[in-house]
């Protein structure tokens, strides 16, 4: 596996590969399409966040995304492509951001998490902190999680 950073021209990939790993959790088709925009990278978030991809083979497996504003940072995105779920991608994408947030002198990471993953990332020390709406679904609330990065 190799984690890169992304480039312009894997911005339509990561949109489809986002929205088939939110298809893992069995949403239907109008769910996903409600959450097409929010689930797109357009240019300027390569340059507002570090989004870096894992590749299997030479091609696309998953991508995080995390933002960096001082001593707080924030997993902005992190998917795993559905034939890459269970294989040791989600981890090695949430190990390498982890790492640049703590290199980039942020004290905590925050999440925002679907319902179904909240478990994952409390199982890799993140607690949960709140919740808030989701920006692409009226009336459904995604729970937040943070990650101490120092102490």
Same mark, same amino acid.
């Given at each position: 596996?190799? +984690?890169?950073?992304?480039?312009?021209?894997?911005?339509?990939?990561?949109?489809?590969?986002?929205?088939?790993?939110?298809?893992? #959790?069995?949403?239907?088709?109008?769910?996903?399409?409600?959450?097409?925009?929010?689930?797109?990278? &357009?240019?300027?978030?390569?340059?507002?966040? !570090?989004?870096?991809?894992? *590749?299997?083979?030479?091609?696309?497996?998953?991508?995080?995304?995390?933002?960096?504003? @001082?001593?707080?940072? *924030?997993?902005? !995105?992190?998917?795993?492509?559905?034939? !890459?779920?269970?294989?040791?991608?989600?981890?090695?994408? #949430?190990?390498?951001?982890?790492?640049?947030?703590?290199?980039? @002198? &942020?004290?905590?990471?925050? +999440? *925002?998490?679907?319902?179904?993953? *909240?478990? #994952?990332?409390?199982?890799?020390?993140?607690?949960?902190?709140?919740?808030? &709406?989701?920006?692409?679904?009226?009336?459904? #609330?995604?729970?937040?999680?943070?990650?101490?990065?120092? @102490?």
């Amino acid at each position: 596996m190799l +984690i890169r950073a992304a480039r312009l021209d894997d911005l339509d990939g990561l949109a489809a590969l986002a929205l088939r790993s939110k298809g893992h #959790w069995g949403y239907d088709a109008t769910f996903l399409e409600a959450c097409r925009a929010e689930l797109t990278l &357009a240019p300027a978030d390569l340059e507002d966040r !570090d989004v870096r991809v894992a *590749e299997v083979g030479g091609r696309m497996a998953g991508f995080a995304a995390v933002r960096v504003e @001082g001593a707080a940072a *924030e997993l902005t !995105d992190l998917f795993v492509d559905t034939t !890459d779920i269970a294989t040791g991608v989600g981890r090695a994408l #949430w190990d390498d951001a982890v790492a640049r947030a703590r290199a980039s @002198g &942020a004290v905590s990471l925050r +999440i *925002e998490a679907d319902p179904h993953a *909240e478990d #994952w990332y409390r199982r890799r020390g993140a607690m949960p902190v709140g919740r808030v &709406a989701s920006g692409s679904i009226a009336g459904r #609330w995604l729970p937040v999680l943070e990650l101490v990065l120092s @102490g």
